[in-house]
């Protein structure tokens, strides 16, 4: 089979999902990287900035001013939010678009600005976006010029909430959200909170009751909900590198009980390559994904009559970033959406 | 000042709670460690046991029958459940015992059958029995000859919740327990489930909703409520040694709010030397308690109106085990409560 | 490119070096995976083996009895040293063989019997079978039917040291490894000292001066010699899954120096696709090869004249072990030597 | 017993040796803590800088500039390599110092200046200053005003070689030592190198033979060995926070065996508080020195004829800095040099 290859910037290449796109395209058959960008360290080898990489042929990074733009037809933004916007403003408009940052994934620009505390900057753009929860997006993924890829949190604590919400059989207005991730989500700048010996050997949760992962599950749980939703989020900081894990506690709705609901589920996700739900009995568990494009995702019984508890694991990097950025360029192309993403999960 | 020493015997010194009783009581200038128990390890010294404690002058362990019971006023017993019973059954009653089984934490014994499976075999000492979640428990304690160490979720999860249930801030009919845990919680027995590698860089939840330390909560919970509780109990294995944090989702009643919360809990421990209250906006992390016998716990808004955050820490092997066990001696021998317990918690 | 595939069996599928093989075949064109062995769980599915594996259809475990050996061309046996011998005698004389027992190292009986503490019984094949550390042994592996794998330390450190011995560049008579593994290399049974709590924050050497790699070493480093050497080796168990670094202090002869041996190393790996030689003032980490087949070394000065130090690096589970396997078995098939070990090394 | 208390100032109360200093000193029963500096985070209460400190009465941090000297009799002086000089040189004559830096541990102010790469700037203070490797230093301590604390990694690796080399049964020309230390001896600084994601599940060496450790090292086995002494140094960074271990490989002099070895160790160190030489067959483990002042140490059979391999193992934040500082002032204060120093490990 002969693959007409795109030709691929990665703006951004200097983070951990900057990296974690190369190591997923250095194998995938229809991917020519041609551009890599970083400001702060232009002109340096990839292998300098990432010796794992070093055994690849990789070209050097440059600033993005500096880009052919002409030799490049897909991108991955791997900015951070906020200059995200002006970027991709600039963008010939021939370029197709995976942004992972947060700038285009909020509809409404007044939410954007009430939760980022500033106004946005490409309010057109945003309104052209598609917000790339692939499983749930693949019409709108096949036209799109700009995608915008789902933060990490709301893709492991929504794939099982949609059809859920779709199907009616939870309450849109009790979700409690409890999420726990790996480190790795944090990025590569040095900060001393992120330090080994601060994080190693402890957890603790962050951003309770204000992380900005909130308004864009509320917006898209709206969508299936059919109306509002309230919910109740909290993330916590696990010592390992990859890895999230999403328990939801949810109300019931009429007669849905834990089979109705994983029934539902398996319904639901049957055809999907990545997408599993387990057994009843079985613990999803971070360790089962790493590395890989997989989410599992269960349901359990609630002590609490009228109740059920939904557990979701994604690998943060992958599903949670790189990986869904990946699956959404094949969905645009037009390729086979599993191209490049059989990788299997790196256990133990 | 003359401290009179107590003759102290460890039933199960070779799982981890034993070896957290001696790291404490070393170190305390009441105790007299004469006998050391370990059934299948009998006869080996303490150092070939656990080679940290090499350095200290131990006396080898014996099996439990072999124990000269003339010399030992105070017996901390750290056997596995069901095994405890008849032992503790068998003691001279001059002999005060810290239980830190499941044992004797459960006053209904038809309770204790429906989560252990089988009949209690000591039901007159258990009517007997003090559960020893010491800051609620002192009168008792004092006058108490055996005494139920509580579990560590429980200890952790209701220390913040008493005092807002007994205040009526809190709905007793809606508390969310979602609890983490350091590993060690699982004990010295060789489990594949615990080996590092089927542990390390992974997290997944265990015992989802029906794990042994829920009938403990209700029955705390309800003597605090003064009525039935109805809770939802998750716990989680976390890649870390020791430290345990509890996040627990209440409703609130009538006015109450995040900061008549706080206020509350900071009332009720204003005098607690090991209780600590954090001040708003900081989030209790359990590295801040490795190793010592402190409990933080702080208060957080929820994004759902009437509703709060409790996060409550703590290190499963000291305040959630063998510290508790230790500073429930020290109040039933009338001794400083934090006699042999100000370790600072050992960071990074 | 129409590939031809191999029908493969693994005996002993349960293990870790089981389960890599499985990560690694499926995802390898040539390879069909028919049989899966495993004595003590045999009949289960791989999900409830390996949950990691369970979005793939592989066949479910039997005994090594239970294999109908009409369907199977290629073995990989991951069993334990000694109950191999007898398993791979059994086999019909058509199957090809990599085995990932040490039972097939060493070449001299007396050797074997004085390392493992029983007579080798099977002489004959031992006498037939080849040393598979790929690089150095591809003109045998090509016509081999039994390939010995080799040990995960032999790999690491013998893979710089000899080109530098048969460079005649260092001293045979004063090789110093000291060597240090993550934890995946001491398998998945159940024992205590493989705990999470027994491990993690904490290190030690183990088999000081008597680990079994050792004669494998002075026979392969023998012949690269051409006479015989004297070694030591200290292996340190390091609270991580995987990755291994070996830290080699050589006594250089003649005028021979760090860049003389740096270019040495490099000359002879110039077109190794696995095996990549840092430049001056790198280290090489173990971060850098997680989860591929590549080895990255590095040559450095010793503070003592006359001395250097070689540092050496490999995933202990893919080159030193289930992947240099594959690397093999694609040699032996005349398949291109590098199908299915693409992989990017997991970062972070 | 009354105990007189000395009044104590922490220079540089922010790192991780300042935090170490402060958990023990709480429990010092001589130890009167009154002065805490932090340069750039003046002002801030240490519940602030270290929430684990939050239980405790501390007093807040000032700037150096800011103290007054009038009420402090002793200081622990925690800055950075450099700096240090200039501040030791402007205290009153009348207090007593123990410093952790670098920069009063080398005699020879030529090797200081090719080592750190500038002039030291206070020659004459430096030519007073003590080295205190506390168990071979005793007599000088005692009068000293300025102990310059000797390194971690020279710490672990002199403990045992001094007592051998002294005995003449080791050979000077020949020592090997690989070291590996847990991250906390990085420092608390913000730096990419040492993020979790950076360090966990991965090890490196660093420093390879040019580490600042080096020269300390010869210089003091130098005055054990009554000549020069030839030496090799390589650190590992290891996934842990805590920990050092320490494997030297030896020659032996004349008739010298490993039990010769062992015997000469126990003898030297038989009433030592501190240090523990393991039995023959026992490898020594940092986790079971984690948090407590001790060293293990012990000695194998190389399989090298002639040679010998030492093992020793500490908690580089307690003997290899904070530890050893206050064993330092009870010597000069002439306290029961165990006083603030029994804890017993923390394990696991």
């Not at 691929?8 to 190369?22: N, P, Q, V």
């Not at 009430?114 to 753009?125: K, M």
């Not at 739900?277 to 790493?290: D, E, F, I, Y």
């Amino acid at each position: 089979m002969h693959i007409p290859t795109t030709r691929i910037a990665i703006l951004g290449a200097s983070g951990y999902t900057g990296a974690e796109l190369l190591r997923l395209l250095l194998c995938h058959p229809a991917a020519d990287i041609r551009v890599l960008t970083a400001e702060r360290q232009a002109g340096k080898p990839m292998a300098d900035i990432f010796p794992h990489l070093a055994p690849f042929n990789l070209p050097a990074t440059v600033k993005i001013d500096a880009v052919d733009w002409s030799e490049v037809d897909f991108v991955f933004c791997a900015l951070p939010h906020g200059t995200t916007q002006e970027v991709i403003a600039g963008l010939p408009e021939r370029v197709r678009i995976v942004d992972l940052s947060a700038d285009f994934r909020l509809y409404d620009p007044a939410i954007y600005a009430e939760w980022y505390g500033q106004p946005h900057r490409a309010v057109d753009l945003q309104a052209s976006a598609v917000y790339g929860l692939t499983e749930h997006a693949r019409p709108a993924l096949l036209v799109a010029r700009l995608v915008a890829n789902p933060g990490c949190y709301p893709t492991a604590a929504m794939l099982p909430l949609i059809p859920l919400l779709r199907a009616g059989l939870i309450d849109a207005g009790s979700l409690i959200i409890d999420a726990k991730s790996g480190v790795s989500g944090a990025g590569r700048d040095a900060k001393q909170a992120n330090l080994f010996c601060e994080v190693s050997e402890g957890m603790a949760a962050y951003g309770i009751g204000r992380h900005r992962h909130m308004p864009e599950m509320e917006q898209e749980l709206a969508l299936a909900a059919g109306g509002p939703v309230q919910l109740s989020f909290t993330p916590h900081l696990i010592p390992m590198n990859r890895g999230e894990l999403i328990t939801t506690y949810v109300r019931l709705v009429g007669n849905a009980n834990v089979n109705s609901l994983r029934a539902a589920l398996a319904k639901a996700y049957q055809n999907e390559p990545f997408l599993k739900v387990v057994p009843a009995g079985v613990a999803p568990a971070t360790r089962h994904v790493r590395g890989s494009n997989h989410v599992h995702m269960g349901v359990f019984a609630d002590h609490r009559p009228g109740h059920a508890i939904v557990i979701s694991v994604l690998d943060n990097l992958v599903k949670g970033a790189s990986g869904q950025a990946i699956q959404n360029m094949n969905v645009m192309l037009g390729l086979p959406e599993t191209m490049g993403l059989n990788q299997v999960a790196l256990f133990p």
